[in-house]
């Protein structure tokens, strides 16, 4: 049993590492993404930099490659698997082996995570997602409201504390962790309002 956890955490590791922020925008733009904007390598900062279209792109990549680490997972382990492939991908997505550990905030892992574990939790968090940039304009309000309201809206949906429900506390703590810049900024009222890239 021990080596189909091990499989599962170091295959969805491997995969939430591959950057398709970083890999994307360097073969079509010939820069690193992460020296632009925010110096963030996820699909926000993409879009802030390069544009709805390439910030799309990234997020799409990133679901699949969540949805991969899952669907390992699943098949090794069952609904423990994905819980577990689910945060080994987010893990390797927030510190890339492949490039010196710098990636994105876990964002749109998580929103993919969200849709994976039940489909009705993704449409609230993605409702209140959007609610809350109506209301603030900064994406980072939006990612670290959702972050917090997390795993307590998948609690409602399913009482009980399943290794589901661990996972959304892990994704709760690592997004607002990433993101202690962006309450920093927005303490001191700094924090930017967003608008999409023209590139």
């Not at 955490?9 to 079509?28: D, E, Q, R």
């Not at 390598?41 to 680490?69: E, P, Y």
């Not at 390797?92 to 010196?100: A, Q």
């Not at 990636?103 to 968090?125: H, N, P």
């Amino acid at each position: 049993m021990f080596w189909k956890y091990l499989l599962v955490v170091v295959a969805g590791y491997l995969l939430g590492s591959v950057s398709s922020a970083i890999i994307y925008i360097k073969k079509k733009y010939n820069v690193d993404v992460r020296e632009e904007g925010s110096g963030n390598a996820g699909a926000t900062n993409v879009a802030r930099t390069h544009g709805l279209q390439a910030g799309l792109i990234t997020l799409g990549f990133d679901m699949v490659k969540t949805a991969l680490s899952a669907l390992i997972g699943w098949w090794l382990l069952g609904e423990t698997g994905v819980a577990v492939g689910c945060a080994a991908a987010l893990t390797g997505h927030c510190w890339p082996i492949y490039f010196n550990f710098r990636g994105g905030k876990g964002v749109s892992v998580s929103a993919c995570i969200a849709l994976l574990l039940d489909w009705r939790f993704f449409l609230i968090l993605l409702v209140l997602f959007f609610l809350t940039f109506f209301l603030s304009k900064r994406v980072s309000v939006c990612s670290i409201t959702a972050a917090a309201a997390y795993p307590w809206l998948y609690l409602l949906l399913h009482p009980g504390l399943s290794p589901a429900f661990y996972l959304c506390l892990y994704i709760m703590v690592l997004v607002i962790v990433f993101h202690r810049s962006n309450i920093k900024r927005l303490i001191r009222g700094e924090e930017p309002e967003f608008h999409f890239g023209k590139k």
